[in-house]
Every structure is written in C-alpha cells, then in structure tokens.
C-alpha cells in the first residue's frame, strides 16, 4: 500500500502561484512514477502532470506546459507541482497518484493510488 497526501491548494488571484505538494508513506515511493491529476465540478478527471519514477522523465497536458512543473524528492518521499500563471480555467480538486501498472501514464485508470485532493481556486 502506499499513502499519498496532498497539501498547498488554496485560493489564488490569475497570474499568481502556488505549490503542491505530495506526501508518500508505505511502499517504496521510488518505484513508482507519479502522477498528478484534476477534477472540476461537472467534469471527468484529467492528467494535468507526471514525473517517471527516477525523475528523468516528465509529462504534461498541453493547456499546462510552461506553467506547471512537476517534480519528486526521493530522499524525502515527495512530489511537488509548481504552478506558474495561474488562470481561472485551472480551477479544480488536485490529486495526487501513484502509477502502478505498465499502461499508460496519462490514463487515470493505471494508477492505483490515489490522495484525498487539494482544492486548487483562481479567481479572475
């Protein structure tokens, strides 16, 4: 099992910033890569980023890209999402997750771990 726990969502004017970061426990954090994901009120959950489990590797939605940032600490067992430029269209719940199967890393339904979510609101 491994325990994912999110924190750094709050409120945010458009243009501004914020952090998210995620806490891992239970099974080695360094096997997995990791994903983040979000979910806006009436919609289907989304890929937003994604890091390999070694941290060479990164993976972004295209609306992101140049904005966000995703990146691990292994030592301490963590991931962050740096967010840059924030837009109102941004507004969602973020998840953390651990992608543990061989299928693709942009697919939700290939990570079997998942956070309990972050809310994340820009305000125009």
């Known amino acids: 099992q491994v325990q994912l726990v999110e924190s750094g969502g709050g409120l945010v004017q458009a243009g501004g910033s914020l952090r998210l970061s995620c806490a891992a426990s239970g099974r080695t954090f360094s096997n997995y890569a990791m994903g983040w994901f979000r979910q806006a009120p009436g919609k289907e959950r989304e890929f937003v980023a994604a890091?390999?489990?070694?941290?060479?590797?990164?993976y972004y939605q295209d609306s992101v890209k140049g904005r966000f940032s995703i990146s691990r600490d292994s030592a301490k067992n963590t991931v962050d999402l740096q967010m840059n430029s924030l837009k109102p269209e941004d507004t969602a719940v973020y998840y953390c997750?651990?992608?543990?199967?061989?299928?693709?890393?942009?697919?939700?339904?290939?990570?079997?771990?998942w956070g309990q979510g972050t809310q994340v609101t820009v305000s125009s």
């Open positions: 997750a651990a992608h543990d199967s061989s299928g693709s890393i942009y697919r939700v339904t290939t990570y079997g771990y």
């Open positions: 890091i390999s489990w070694n941290g060479g590797t990164t």
